[in-house]
T-cell receptor, first 112, second 113 residues
């Protein structure tokens, strides 16, 4: 089983739709979680951190489910500008060193 | 402006040649990272450094080397031992650890001739 798994998509959704992505992780000791956005041929940029209590930033909501070992990202009222690849990131401590693992990303295409 | 710079944007390597990718940050971050991204794949960690003069191997360190002589700089050398170097290389930094937000540079695309 991969350490971090994402559905690659693409998710093709109309403008205004609500879309949700999940990201599963295998290490139950994982300690921090993030969602990044990556536009085509560009560097990833932080979208939001994921907290145990869940967090919301405008149209974006991130949640963590430790029992089932997944994080989720919900995008409401999708905009054309939301089209991008969304990467989840999971961190845990391994033998005294940090291990950071990126998912392969989920591609979102918002259609007019 | 604070940020991370990488140079060059595109780099061409001949077979058997070592090349060095530059990464500089003026964010006063302690931790720096190098990742490789292949088409349709996620980022894979090559090396990371949490403090000057110290660095650890990531998941795919073979064929690469790094140095961290200054806090601001974390150059990556792609050696001739790396048999499949064509990829998008991304440098990142965070305040202290990878548990925090990482800020990425614009990346360097390396192509083998």
């Amino acid at each position: 089983r991969k350490e971090v798994e994402q559905d690659p998509g693409p998710f093709n959704v109309p403008e205004g739709a609500t879309v949700a992505f999940n990201c599963t992780y295998s290490n139950s000791a994982s300690q921090s979680f993030f969602w990044y956005r990556q536009d085509c041929r560009k560097e990833p940029k932080l979208l939001m951190s994921v907290y145990s209590s869940g967090n919301e930033d405008g149209r974006f909501t991130a949640q963590l489910n430790r029992a089932s070992q997944y994080i989720s990202l919900l995008i409401r009222d999708s905009k054309l500008s939301d089209s991008a690849t969304y990467l989840c990131v999971v961190n845990f401590n391994s033998g005294g060193y940090q291990k950071v693992t990126f998912g392969t990303g989920t591609k979102l295409q918002v259609i007019p | 402006d604070g940020g991370i710079t990488q140079s060059p944007k595109y780099l061409f390597r001949k077979e058997g040649q070592n090349v060095t990718l530059s990464c500089e940050q003026n964010l006063n971050h302690d931790a720096m990272y190098w990742y490789r991204q292949d088409p349709g794949q996620g980022l894979r960690l090559i090396y990371y450094s949490q403090i000057v003069n110290d660095f650890q191997k990531g998941d795919i360190a073979e064929g690469y080397s790094v140095s961290r002589e200054k806090k601001e700089s974390f150059p990556l050398t792609v050696t001739s031992a790396q048999k499949n170097p064509t990829a998008f290389y991304l440098c990142a930094s965070s305040i202290r650890t990878s548990y925090e937000t990482q800020y990425f540079g614009p990346g360097t695309r390396l192509l083998v001739l």
